[in-house]
């Protein structure tokens, strides 16, 4: 079975940082892009970062960049992302998606059931 | 711009046709992907590449573009249809890439 399981959610303090992991199962990982996503409570969902198969090509949305670190390990079919620097507005369910098709036809085939990260003092 | 643009809220009375729609210049280059999304649950893609339906999903749920305009149709709408419905598209600008949203439309089934 295809699967993605997110981990490591938590509640942290302003400023502080939280690294979170998705677990890939039932795929090739290696041969998928992968992505991070979030969801505020009550709110829409946010494209937050991209990374390649090889892990070479990054993106970052600009709400976090400068400050989130996506990363990938292959030989452990796991995707990460290091979250520095939280503020309130980070608080968010954290799901983790593969990328599949081509330029002009991708989606986000694949979803995590998500971990939930708050931001509170 | 990099958004996309939904209808906040639809209604439709069981067993009929509703359209959600989905606006953005993105939509122009790339075409759209829709996701039903459930209270509590995670999103779950239901049409992508103009009008593929994953396995498992209903032949009631088909999708349309053009322009910038990109269309999910439920034909014989259920109530297990009802949902919060969300468009994506891939968004370049410049040599930066990235995927963009929009808001949701959430699906009431009377």
């Known amino acids: 079975e295809v699967q993605l399981v997110e981990s490591g959610g938590n509640l942290v303090q302003p400023g502080g940082s939280l690294r979170l992991s998705c677990a890939a199962s039932?795929?090739?990982?290696?041969?998928?892009?992968m992505n991070w996503v979030r969801q505020a409570p009550g709110k829409g969902l946010e494209w937050i970062s991209y990374?390649?198969?090889?892990?070479?090509?990054?993106y970052y949305a600009d709400s976090v960049k400068g400050r989130f670190t996506i990363s990938r390990d292959n030989a452990n079919n796991s995707l990460f992302l290091q979250m520095n620097t939280l503020r309130a507005e980070d608080t968010a369910v954290y799901y983790c998606?593969?990328?599949?098709?081509?330029?002009?036809?991708?989606?986000?085939?694949?979803w995590g059931q998500g971990t939930m990260v708050t931001v509170s003092s | 711009s990099s958004e996309l643009t939904q209808d906040p809220a639809v209604s439709v009375a069981l067993g009929q046709t509703v359209r959600i729609i989905c606006q953005g210049d993105?939509?122009?280059?790339?075409?759209a992907s829709w996701y039903q999304q459930k209270p509590g649950q995670a999103p779950v893609l239901v049409i992508y590449?103009?009008?593929k339906r994953p396995s498992g999903i209903p032949d009631r749920f088909s999708g349309s573009n053009s322009g910038n305009t990109a269309s999910l149709t439920i034909t014989g709408a259920q109530a297990e249809d009802e949902a919060d419905y969300y468009c994506?598209?891939?968004?370049?600008?410049?040599?930066?890439?990235?995927?963009?949203f929009g808001g949701g439309t959430k699906l009431t089934v009377l």
């Open positions: 998606a593969r990328r599949t098709g081509t330029t002009t036809h991708d989606t986000f085939d694949i």
């Open positions: 590449a103009k009008n």
């Open positions: 039932g795929f090739t990982f290696s041969n998928y892009e």
């Open positions: 993105s939509l122009r280059n790339y075409y």
């Open positions: 990374i390649g198969g090889s892990g070479s090509s990054i």
């Open positions: 994506n598209s891939r968004h370049r600008s410049g040599d930066l890439l990235g995927w963009v």
